[in-house]
T-cell receptor, first 113, second 117 residues
Framework: GAGVSQSPSNKVTEKGKDVELRCDPISGHTALYWYRQSLGQGLEFLIYFQGNSAPDKSGLPSDRFSAERTGGSVSTLTIQRTQQEDSAVYLC???????????FGPGTRLLVL | AQSVTQLDSQVPVFEEAPVELRCNYSSSVSVYLFWYVQYPNQGLQLLLKYLSGSTLVKGINGFEAEFNKSQTSFHLRKPSVHISDTAEYFCAVTLLNSGGSNYKLTFGKGTLLTVNP
């Protein structure tokens, strides 16, 4: 594809609901990253996938957050029982390999009411 | 752990003026350095990067940055800005090591550049 795509672009949900955010990386990129951008915390690393290796989940803020990557391509970030503090822009990036330049998608703007 | 400091949260300038956005980092190991730009309601776009070699790096849209190891800085500069350069600019680092962690980007808080006519 031409670039990293994310859907939805905007999501409004009620506190306590679950949400799923999707990321389609650049074709052929083996590494995929999720970041969160919020007013208070700036840009934070959440999780990293590289090929078939175990993901690095060290940045996930709580066990309500999880992510998976199917077939080494598309990734889904799931937030269960959303809280107001989860409101942020969730950015996905991909790179050609570990340590390669990361290319970002447009983000999903999540608002938890 | 590495950290990135962008000293100015906002920088207002007039069109055609020069600008410098400051970035300092701290790390116990060598790093790769990046500048990203974020236009309103858009994702991050890579402006330029320093991996090795020449310490003066040229990027897109006429921007350049200079890596200064002794001062642990990677300031971004442009000799003459345009209205269209109005955006938020993020400095970022990733560690350069063999321990498997040279992928997490650590970002600064960002600098909002506003170019006024």
């Amino acid at each position: 594809g031409a670039g990293v795509s994310q859907s939805p672009s905007n999501k409004v949900t009620e506190k306590g609901k679950d949400v799923e955010l999707r990321c389609d990386p650049i074709s052929g990129h083996t590494a995929l990253y999720w970041y969160r951008q919020s007013l208070g915390q700036g840009l934070e690393f959440l999780i990293y996938f590289q090929g078939n290796s175990a993901p690095d989940k060290s940045g996930l803020p709580s066990d309500r957050f999880s992510a998976e990557r199917t077939g080494g391509s598309v990734s889904t970030l799931t937030i269960q029982r959303t809280q107001q503090e989860d409101s942020a822009v969730y950015l996905c990036a991909s790179s050609a390999g570990t340590g390669g330049t990361q290319y970002f998608g447009p983000g999903t703007r999540l608002l938890v009411l | 752990a590495q950290s990135v400091t962008q000293l100015d949260s906002q920088v207002p300038v007039f069109e055609e003026a020069p600008v410098e956005l400051r970035c300092n980092y701290s790390s116990s190991v060598s790093v790769y350095l990046f500048w990203y730009v974020q236009y309103p309601n858009q994702g991050l776009q890579l402006l330029l990067k320093y991996l090795s070699g020449s310490t003066l790096v040229k990027g897109i849209n006429g921007f350049e940055a200079e890596f200064n190891k002794s001062q642990t800085s990677f300031h971004l500069r442009k000799p003459s800005v345009h209205i269209s350069d109005t955006a938020e600019y993020f400095c970022a680092v990733t560690l350069l090591n063999s321990g498997g962690s040279n992928y997490k980007l650590t970002f600064g808080k960002g600098t909002l550049l506003t170019v006024n006519p």
